[in-house]
């Protein structure tokens, strides 16, 4: 009998699987990383001073977490069951910091909230086509409010919705592919201000090593 094949929600809640005994520890909180390497580059300030904050595809939502013990209001919104349950086991008890599971652009465009900060780490804006999610992104931040996310840097030559393979998954399952989106900075740029956005700023940041994969970051804000 065939099987159904497996959902990109399906596909994220095998990611990072925990192999220890017992109860998977929660990670540490005390520092908010937008590159894969600790401690390497800025922090929560590229979000200016938000009392509201949405993260978009948290996973374990260390960083999400990290703000909220800085005393900001975060929200993380994950399409991944696995992670939702997680990062809400992992961190339950954390004032102002709740997990929500859904899919970033429907629940930009179902949930009423406005907030002054959005952003994603290697999250769902590097999984979501930006000409769908942008505008929902817009459309909830409030005056003056930013927009930021990370991701790998991309391949040169290598633009737009790019396959990705599941490399940490097992027989057939490996066939599923999913999209991330990828672009030179420039090209971020020229997207995000033809939605809207206005002081924006998208680079690479070097990694610590040289060899080593950098950072594509992004910041972006709604006019005041
Ligand atoms: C590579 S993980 C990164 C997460 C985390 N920030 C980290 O650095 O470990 C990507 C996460 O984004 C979530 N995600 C991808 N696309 C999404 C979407 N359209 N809506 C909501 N979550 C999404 C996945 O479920 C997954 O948990």
């Keep these: 009998m065939p099987h159904a094949p497996m959902t990109p929600a399906e596909y994220w809640d095998k990611y990072k699987p925990y192999k220890g005994e017992g109860a998977q520890p929660a990670p ?16 929560s300030e590229v979000l200016g001073r938000p009392l509201h904050a949405l993260e978009l595809g948290p996973a374990e939502g260390k960083e999400a977490a990290h703000l ?11 399409f991944s069951p696995v992670q939702v349950e997680r990062a809400r086991a992992w961190w339950r008890g954390t004032p102002g910091l709740s997990f929500a599971q859904g899919e970033a652009c429907s629940y930009l465009s179902s949930a009423p909230a406005e907030y002054d900060a959005i952003y994603s780490v290697w999250g769902a804006v590097w999984f979501t086509d930006p000409e769908d999610l942008f505008p ?3 459309k909830r931040l409030s005056p003056g409010g930013v927009f ?14 790019q396959q990705m393979w599941g490399k940490w998954l097992e027989g057939r399952e490996r066939e599923l592919t999913v999209l991330r989106w990828q ?3 420039e090209m971020w740029a020229d997207i995000l201000k033809r939605h809207g956005f206005t002081d924006i700023d998208a680079h ?7 060899g080593n994969l950098g950072t594509l970051m992004v910041r972006a804000q709604v006019p005041a």
């Design 183 to 185: 672009y030179a900075p």
């Design 28 to 43: 540490q909180a005390d520092r908010f990383d937008w590159t894969q390497y600790p401690g390497h580059g800025p922090g």
């Design 204 to 210: 690479v940041l070097k990694a610590p090593e040289a």
């Design 68 to 78: 909220a013990l800085q005393g900001v209001e975060v929200t993380g919104v994950d």
């Design 148 to 161: 930021a996310f990370s991701q790998a840097e991309p391949v040169a030559g290598s633009y737009g919705p």
């Design 136 to 138: 929902c992104v817009f």
